[in-house]
Each structure stands twice: as structure tokens, then as C-alpha cells.
């Protein structure tokens, strides 16, 4: 199972509450941690005191570490010196280092062997620094070269790959297979402009990078740190986003599909609405009569505050239902209401009907909010809607019971 990796530098208290609470809610599983020159002293314990693994991420070029240059062989060897003595006291295995900018390749390896740690990785660049320097390590051939005169290993950052290949106006596919080719220990992932040159750290969801052509580069095992930006001044609630994104990408899909619901579905939805869980997990837990139920349906499915929508699998059987009730004048906000047949649960479809049923709505509709009431025992449906984003976000009391109540927010895309 790929495990993923939150990319925070060491400057970042603002930010370790919420990195404990995801960790503790299982979003995510090392932190990457930016040593930020001259910021150990002040900032080591705070990082300690987390019982988090950790990978740490030398300084680079922006920060004045240049293994390229020469000339700057004294500031790098001081760098270097603090970004190890983060990954000693916080027990890391992997040491990121960039090659250089606007430098010889050669004296990259020359510091490398200066530093000598079995820990390093060195990560590919783009073909373009932002000031239009050219940078080291752009090319499967450069790395390779460093790899095979030092020792170290390699960070894969895929966006960087991409924006060297079309620098060179080359294939990416093609580039990033070349370096995949090479052995990676761990990758760098984020989303951003498929024809792109400019290195670019933006949210799925928020660029154009060709997923079906990248997802198929990861191992089952491998690591990947996500390197979206920070959205907010102290919350990673956007972090939470990427990574339902990301587990979305890589989760194979089920066969299943979500269609409008019709009256020829309404035999199938009365004897599913009936099953013993069904009723006990509902809102009103009472059993349906068959009159009723066909003046309901027939007003679900033809009633504009309705989106209605039942769940087939391959061979067309019926699977299940999910429905959005709109909850207020605006038409802004939805309450979610999904049930699948008992033969078809445990099986994992639970997420991809929510995934792929909110798909559908956005489609269909400006809702902005999709609410959810799920009773606190319910443990197998709180633990489905959490993985793909809905938040706790209060209780409440209805028919007399108790529930609590989560939320989702349209992605921005």
C-alpha cells in the first residue's frame, strides 16, 4: 500500500497540531521535513516531541545551497551539516539533496562525496529555474551520473520531469518511464500545467497533469510526499483534499455505474429501503408500506430539489441508491442519502458510490455543501465518509435520536 508523506518545513509550528490530528486520523504516514537553514536550534524540539516518522529535505537553491558551485562549497557543507543533524535526532532514513543550478554536474558528486551519507537521495529538476538558470539534474542521464558515482539513491519528482521533458520538447511519458527507470525510493507529486517549462506546486484537481499516464509509474509500496501548496496560514484542511484526490487516482475502480433513477428502478429501491439496516440506520427507522413508497419515489424523481441516482454494477443488477435532497432556498446545499444492497457491502464500493455519486450532483448542479447524518455507532459508514473528505462537524438530534453531522465542500476545480 503506497504511503503518503506531508511536505512541512521546519519553521512551521503553526501547522503541528493539525499535522498530529491528521496523523492520529490516519491521513497520512511521515512527514517531510524542509531544514531551513539556521532553524535547528530553535525549532528541533518542537519536532521531537511528534511521534511521527520523518524524511528530511536539505536546503536548496533558494536557500543558498548549491552543490554545483564551487565557490559555494564552505555555506554548503553547513547546510548540509544541520539538515543531517535533523535527520539524526529525528531518527530519518532519507536525506533529499538537490544537484544544483547553473553549475558542473561533477562538482555535484565531488560534494556529495565531501557530505558522504548512506541516507541521501538526490531528486531530478526541472530543465528551468524560475530566473531561466538552467538546473542540474534535469535529465535521466544526470542523475544516473550521480547515482552511479556516489552511491546515493533517487527522489522522483514527477512535476519536475514533466516541465524538463517539454523544455527539451520531449515526450513526458516517455521522460518520466526513463526515470522511473531508475529506481526511486521515494516520489514528489503534485498537479500542474501538462505543457508546462515552470516548476508549479498546485492541488489536484487544479492543473492539467495526465494521471492515467503517471499513476501507473507507482509501485504498490512506494512513498509518496505530497508537495501541494499551502493554502492556509494554519490549517491543512486543503491537505486533506489532495490526499482524497490521490487515494482517489490510485484506488482501482470499481465496475460499477451511477445513473438517474427512473420508475423502472422502484421495485429494487422498495426492497432495499426495507432491509433491517437500512431502516435501523435511518432517520425514520419504520418499515415502508408499498403505497407509500410509490408516492415518495415518484415525487423524489420528479421534484427539481432531488438528484437522484441508483447504482448498477457491470452485469446491470442493482446495487444501491444515492440520493441529495437540496435543504435550502439558495439550492446550495444537499443531505446525502446512500444505502447499498446487503449482498454488495464490506466489498469496498461504499467510498466509490460517494465518490463518484458527488461527481454526478456537481455535474447535475451548483450544490456547494453536501451534508450527511450518520448515527455514532455506524461506525463503517463515519469511517467511509471521512476517508473520501467529509468532516465531523457537530451533532444533532432527530425523530429523538442522536447524529452526527458532516460535511463536504464542493472541490475547487
Not at 564552505?74 to 544541520?82: E, G, I, P, V
Not at 539533496?97 to 547553473?102: A, L, T
Not at 560534494?111 to 548512506?118: G, M, V
Not at 445513473?259 to 426495507?274: E, Q
Request: negative net charge; proline residues 3%.
Amino acid at each position: 500500500m503506497q504511503k503518503f508523506g506531508l511536505k512541512l518545513w521546519s519553521t512551521n509550528k503553526q501547522y503541528i497540531q493539525e499535522a498530529i490530528r491528521l496523523y492520529k486520523n490516519g491521513w497520512y504516514d511521515y512527514i517531510e521535513l524542509f531544514a531551513v537553514p539556521n532553524s535547528y536550534s530553535e525549532y528541533i524540539n518542537l519536532w521531537k516531541q511528534l511521534t511521527i516518522p520523518y524524511l528530511i529535505h536539505a536546503p536548496h537553491f533558494s536557500c543558498g545551497l548549491n552543490l554545483a558551485k564551487k565557490e559555494a562549497f564552505k555555506s554548503n557543507m553547513q547546510m548540509a551539516a544541520d539538515a543531517l543533524r535533523f535527520a539524526d535526532d529525528l531518527g530519518a532514513n532519507v536525506i533529499i539533496f538537490h544537484p544544483g543550478i547553473d553549475g558542473d554536474i561533477n562538482e555535484t558528486v565531488h560534494q556529495l562525496h565531501q557530505i558522504k551519507d548512506s541516507r541521501i537521495v538526490v531528486e531530478n529538476k526541472p530543465y528551468y529555474a524560475l530566473n531561466n538558470l538552467i538546473c542540474n539534474g534535469y535529465s535521466p542521464e544526470e542523475i544516473k551520473f550521480v547515482m552511479d558515482n556516489t552511491g546515493v539513491g533517487f527522489c522522483f519528482d514527477i512535476g519536475h520531469a514533466i516541465y524538463s521533458a517539454n523544455a527539451q520538447k520531449i515526450d513526458p511519458v516517455e521522460y518520466l518511464k526513463r526515470f522511473n527507470g531508475l529506481g526511486p525510493k521515494l516520489y514528489h507529486v503534485c498537479d500542474g500545467d501538462w505543457n508546462g517549462v515552470y516548476d508549479e506546486h498546485k492541488h489536484f484537481g487544479d492543473g492539467s497533469f495526465n494521471f492515467e499516464k503517471i499513476v501507473p509509474l507507482f509501485s504498490a509500496e512506494c512513498l509518496m510526499s505530497l508537495e501541494t501548496e499551502k493554502s492556509h496560514v494554519d490549517s491543512l484542511k486543503d491537505f486533506e483534499g489532495d490526499v482524497v484526490y490521490v487515494r482517489s487516482l490510485l484506488k482501482p475502480r470499481s465496475a460499477i455505474k451511477i445513473l438517474p433513477a427512473s420508475l423502472h428502478d422502484i421495485a429494487d429501491v422498495f426492497s432495499l429501503s426495507n432491509e433491517d439496516d437500512v431502516r435501523h440506520n435511518s432517520i425514520n427507522v419504520g418499515k415502508i408500506t408499498w403505497d407509500n413508497h410509490v408516492i415518495w419515489f415518484n415525487e423524489k424523481i420528479s421534484s427539481k430539489d432531488c438528484c437522484y441516482f441508483v447504482v448498477k454494477n457491470e452485469q446491470d443488477n442493482f446495487v444501491g441508491q444515492v440520493r441529495f435532497d437540496k435543504v435550502d432556498a439558495e439550492q446550495e446545499a444537499c443531505v446525502i442519502s446512500v444505502s447499498l444492497r446487503k449482498e454488495f457491502r464490506g466489498k469496498g464500493l461504499g467510498t466509490t458510490v460517494l465518490v463518484e455519486g458527488a461527481k454526478q450532483l456537481f455535474k447535475n448542479s451548483e450544490t456547494k455543501k453536501i451534508y450527511a447524518y450518520i448515527k455514532p455507532e455506524n461506525m463503517p459508514s463515519i469511517k467511509a465518509f471521512r476517508k473520501v473528505g467529509y468532516a465531523i462537524i457537530g451533532q444533532t438530534i432527530l425523530n429523538d435520536v442522536e447524529f452526527l453531522k458532516l460535511e463536504y465542500t464542493r472541490p475547487q476545480i
